[in-house]
């Protein structure tokens, strides 16, 4: 069970950066976040930061 919750973190961090992501480029709209050039910036940043906690994740659970 070790590892689980960075593994859950860093999901949600890749998937949440990935809509901010096409929210501000435009793709998605009917937000106050579409076509915002911030999360167009933001959200890659939040992508690298998920992967990073991901990767932090699967070594602590290849460890045991």
Do not use: H
């Not at 999360?39 to 939040?46: E, F, K, S």
């Amino acid at each position: 069970m070790k590892g689980w919750l960075p593994l859950t973190l860093g999901l949600l961090a890749v998937v949440g950066g990935a809509v901010w992501t096409v929210q501000g480029l435009g793709y998605v709209e009917g937000s106050v976040m579409t076509d915002q050039r911030i999360w167009a910036v933001l959200g890659p940043v939040v992508v690298l930061i998920g992967l990073v906690v991901l990767w932090f994740g699967l070594r602590a659970r290849r460890r045991r």
